[in-house]
Structure formats: structure tokens, C-alpha cells
Nanobody, 122 residues
Framework: QVQLVESGGRLVQAGGSLRVSCAASGRTFSRYSMGWFRQAPGKEREFVATMDWIGNGDYADSVKGRFTISRNNAQNIVYLQMNSLKPEVTAVYFC????????????????WGQGTQVTVSS
């Protein structure tokens, strides 16, 4: 089992930056690929970014160049740095973990956090 706890979500103005974090506990964190997903009200959960244990990863086209996923395996934390924020990225942001290669598909992730709310005001 892997327990994931997101933090750092808050209200921020458009154009601003925010970093959300995901702290992992349980089994060996460095073995897991991690992902960030988001879900806005009335919409399906969608992929944001993903990274494996050695730093390979991918981003949704809508966030490329503005968002950066990173991880600290020694501290069992994964981050999502979000820059040039726009109101349309307002959502609950979820952290997820899976064994094996990184993925953009939520159904392949075994463990999920409870989410952290990110709200971008115009």
C-alpha cells in the first residue's frame, strides 16, 4: 500500500504560480511512477503530468511549458510546479502512484490521494 497526501492548493490570481505537493508513505516510493490528474466540477478526471522513478515523463499538451513535475525520492515527495496559471485550470488536483512505467491513463494508477483544490481567479 502507498498512502498519498496532497497539499498546497489554494486561491491564486491568473498569471501567478503555485506548487502543489504530494507526500507518499508506505512502500518504497522510488519504485513507483507518479502522476498528477485534475478534475473540475462536472468534468471527468484528466491527465496533467506523469513521471517515472528516474525522471522520464510526459505532460498534457495544455500544460506543456507551464507545468513541471518533479520528485524527491529521498523525501518521498512529488511536486507539480504550475506557472502562468489560467482560470480554466481550476480543479481538484490529485496525485496518484503506480508500479511500472509512467502513464497518462488514470485507470492504470493503483493509489490515489484525496486531492487539493486549486482555484485561479481572473
Amino acid at each position: 500500500q502507498v498512502q498519498l497526501v496532497e497539499s498546497g492548493g489554494r486561491l491564486v490570481q491568473a498569471g501567478g504560480s503555485l506548487r502543489v505537493s504530494c507526500a507518499a508513505s508506505g512502500r518504497t516510493f522510488s519504485r513507483y511512477s507518479m502522476g498528477w490528474f485534475r478534475q473540475a466540477p462536472g468534468k471527468e478526471r484528466e491527465f496533467v503530468a506523469t513521471m517515472d522513478w528516474i525522471g522520464n515523463g510526459d505532460y498534457a499538451d495544455s500544460v506543456k511549458g507551464r507545468f513541471t513535475i518533479s520528485r524527491n525520492n529521498a523525501q518521498n515527495i512529488v511536486y507539480l510546479q504550475m506557472n502562468s496559471l489560467k482560470p480554466e485550470v481550476t480543479a481538484v488536483y490529485f496525485c496518484a502512484a503506480k508500479e511500472g512505467p509512467y502513464s497518462a491513463l488514470p485507470r492504470f494508477f493503483d493509489f490515489w490521494g484525496q486531492g487539493t483544490q486549486v482555484t485561479v481567479s481572473s
